[in-house]
């Protein structure tokens, strides 16, 4: 029998895993289990399990219909919603979780309700939550005695819509959460790509794409960073993200890999400590390169290119990794992005007696990994 935890972030995981049950059984009970789900998740304060949802600072998007949020379905005079939430093949859009669940999705004379309040208006007539009052109550009274008790069958249907879009976006929290280390691109349109017109390319190919890779917090330790990647021609000044490290909301380690012209960037920050290297790549276009971004615990910053050191500066602080993520392709925000192809991104902790540990290893051949031992002051250095 399975160890029981009254732990308020256990207890906010099984509510997820009660709605998924409800959602692929079938059970009508899933009228209980939503509004449930999204008062623990979003609305009950203080709440951990907010803090452990964005403990990796993923970008989360919810992909959902492109006639999401238009009431184009009418029932009667006074009542219409919105028919078509879950995402249809070729015909879907991502935005964010905030933005879904404020969106509006149905209308009843005068009132109007967000998705969220759909699933309030469930919950706070199903007995899980205390009666609002005032005007709250009225609102909420003509949910249920328009919509809700007249046409279950309509209500069941947005209330499975709603859940669907939910767990599609907490799946890869949740694996998170229970200890992968994989990479993530679930949202489609952002996906890379690796087979064009039927043929397997020669990397993953990145353009308007992304893919998210959890780091978890090592006291003291330092990060190495290696990815094999072709860059092709560059024309245009604009400066274009490959690869960031870090979480929005902590200034204690960021890094930033980026392209402009034939010009590599680097900038490396730590609090108001920041330090940028830049490298001509043009001999390196078109082709595959190993670059290496290494920060040691006591801030001396690594650039090398072909098992070759090109740069090297100090943040002239001590550093530790945090928790946070690497997002391949794009910003920390996934909202710009440039074009390459890529094969491999090893992840390794680095201490002070210059030992390194992998974290996670991705790549597209089977690489052999073990402890390494590389110095900061090593000019010909292993890729990984």
Not at 131 to 146: A, R, S, T, V
Not at 351 to 368: A, G, I, P, Q
């Amino acid at each position: 029998m399975k160890k029981l935890s009254l732990k308020k972030t256990d207890r906010g995981i099984n509510h997820y895993l009660h709605l998924k049950k409800d959602f692929e059984s079938k059970n009508e009970r899933i009228t209980t289990s939503l509004p449930l789900f999204i008062r623990i998740m979003f609305l009950d304060h203080p709440n951990p399990w907010i803090k452990q949802i964005n403990r990796f600072d993923f970008v989360k998007l919810v992909v959902v219909h492109k006639e999401f949020g238009k009431l184009n379905t009418i029932i009667n005079q006074k009542t219409k919603y919105n028919k078509e939430i879950v995402k249809s093949q070729n015909n879907s859009l991502e935005i964010s979780l905030l933005d879904f669940l404020n969106t509006e999705i149905i209308s009843l004379n005068n009132f109007t309700y967000s998705v969220q309040e759909f699933a309030l208006g469930l919950g706070y007539n199903g007995g899980i939550h205390m009666i609002p009052e005032g005007e709250n109550k009225e609102k909420y009274d003509k949910l249920y005695e328009q919509l809700i008790e007249p046409y279950p069958l309509i209500t069941l249907d947005l209330t499975r819509q709603v859940a669907q879009s939910l767990l599609e976006t907490f799946e890869e929290l949740y694996t998170l959460l229970t200890g992968s280390n994989t990479g993530h691109a679930s949202n489609p349109n952002f996906a890379p790509m690796i087979v064009k017109d039927g043929q397997l390319l020669d990397g993953i190919f990145f353009k308007r794409a992304y893919i998210q890779f959890p780091i978890r917090a090592k006291k003291n330790k330092g990060i190495r960073i290696c990815i094999e990647i072709k860059l092709s021609d560059l024309t245009n000044e604009q400066t274009n993200p490959l690869l960031s490290y870090g979480h929005r909301d902590n200034p204690e380690l960021l890094i930033k890999l980026s392209v402009s012209n034939t010009m590599l960037v680097v900038r490396c920050v730590s609090f108001e400590k920041n330090k940028t290297l830049t490298i001509d790549i043009s001999q390196f276009l078109n082709a595959f390169m190993k670059l290496e971004i290494c920060i040691y615990p006591n801030g001396e910053v690594i650039v090398a290119i072909n098992g070759i050191m090109k740069a090297n500066d100090n943040l002239n602080t001590n550093i530790s990794i945090i928790d946070g993520k690497i997002i391949l392709g794009s910003n920390l925000f996934g909202t710009k992005f440039s074009e390459f192809y890529e094969k491999t991104l090893s992840i390794q902790s680095v201490d002070k007696s210059n030992n390194m540990r992998f974290l996670s290893l991705y790549s597209l051949k089977k690489e052999n990994v073990g402890l390494q031992n590389i110095p900061s002051k090593l000019i010909k250095r292993e890729f990984i």
